[in-house]
């Protein structure tokens, strides 16, 4: 009589992983998918919640292959696939909206928000229709998403998909950004591929942005240094990208990219989850509201740490007082042009006292302490 049994003896070997979640992460998606079953009258189920939300994270922390996972819990592929989507779908719902994020960010007393993309890598498919969602400049695959964050780098919102050849510019105005940034009183930091997307920079500007060097017309010392401090000023936005991909499952999406919107969304609650939950492990009472009114900024050229307070900022005013206030334009430069100057950085460090002097006098600016005038600006 025949038998399959391998010679080597067992025929699957199943290991262990640590799973480099905390507590509380897990024990929100176990009570949805709880309270999920019990709104269709489950009566009885494969595994229990808490192991469906173990597995379901595995997958989406670590990028386990659904065969592999259903093979160590004793389910099919199909099944597993079925638990990701379903967990994605509940943890989707509770992502903000646009309107009601940038709204509650309005209510805390915040003035600005941060504003950049980022391409998630597709599979490569063949056909035309997969063309579009090639992008020219990561030369790869991929789906383009928008995200916010507050100044800390918090994820607060983050798009639909959109196709890899999409521009960021043109995805922002599709979601029409500007209009409820307006409508919720703040302004947002950008880079350089969102210039020109504020469509009345006159009035009312919402978008910041650097400065762009041409041919004819190269960056005065002003302007880099403009450049500079709101480069500072939204580096937190690339923290805030950090936290939603170390969720291994933004690696390479191979599922269905008509589920791309979902997973983004189901990532954002789970990385804020995360960071709450470390947070409370930091600070054991849980009390996070002295923290927020003053940051810490190391300089790294006088080796100290120099405290920050932020502004006060009244909501009372318009979106363009509130601006000019929190951003000033340096002297001398026209308001449409959409550069400006984060007066954030109150410290008597040198980049303060390089902002000062360039808001002075925007063709000419005081040097640096131990840099030359020639260092500081190679085209005299």
Wanted: net charge positive; with cysteine; charged share 25%.
């Amino acid at each position: 009589m025949k038998t399959h049994r391998p010679v080597e003896g067992t025929r699957d070997a199943v290991y262990q992983v640590r799973l480099p979640l905390s507590k509380r992460t897990i024990e929100l998606v176990a009570g949805l998918i709880r309270g999920r079953r019990k709104q269709l009258g489950t009566r009885w189920r494969k595994v229990t919640p808490g192991t469906q939300a173990i597995i379901v994270l595995a997958v989406l922390r670590h990028d386990q292959r659904l065969l592999d996972m259903a093979g160590g819990n004793d389910v099919s592929a199909s099944t597993v696939r079925r638990w990701v989507l379903q967990v994605l779908g509940l943890l989707a719902a509770r992502a903000p909206r646009l309107d009601r994020a940038l709204k509650k960010i309005a209510r805390r007393g915040g003035a600005v928000v941060l504003l950049d993309g980022t391409l998630v890598r597709t599979r490569r498919r063949t056909g035309t229709d997969n063309r579009k969602n090639y992008s020219g400049k990561h030369k790869a695959h991929g789906l383009l998403f928008l995200a916010l964050t507050d100044e800390k780098g918090n994820l607060i919102w983050i798009s639909s998909a959109r196709p890899g050849r999409a521009s960021e510019i043109t995805a922002a105005r599709h979601d029409h950004i500007t209009r409820h940034l307006r409508e919720a009183g703040l302004s947002a930091l950008a880079d350089l591929g969102f210039v020109g997307l504020d469509d009345d920079p006159d009035d009312a500007p919402v978008t910041i942005t650097g400065r762009k060097a041409t041919r004819s017309h190269r960056l005065t010392d002003a302007g880099k240094e403009a450049n500079r401090l709101v480069s500072r000023e939204r580096a937190a936005v690339e923290h805030g990208f950090a936290n939603l991909k170390t969720w291994r499952i933004l690696t390479k999406v191979r599922m269905n990219v008509h589920h791309a919107t979902t997973l983004l969304r189901a990532l954002l609650v789970l990385a804020n989850r995360e960071v709450q939950s470390s947070g409370d492990r930091r600070s054991p009472d849980g009390n996070h509201s002295a923290c927020q009114h003053e940051d810490r900024i190391t300089d790294s050229h006088q080796n100290h740490d120099l405290r920050v307070h932020d502004e006060t900022i009244s909501l009372a005013n318009s979106s363009s007082n509130a601006l000019r206030r929190w951003l000033p334009m340096p002297s001398g430069t026209a308001t449409k042009s959409r550069s400006c100057m984060p007066r954030r950085l109150q410290n008597p460090g040198r980049a303060t006292r390089a902002a000062v002097s360039a808001r002075r006098n925007a063709s000419s600016m005081t040097p640096r302490p131990g840099r030359s005038v020639d260092r500081l600006n190679p085209h005299r």
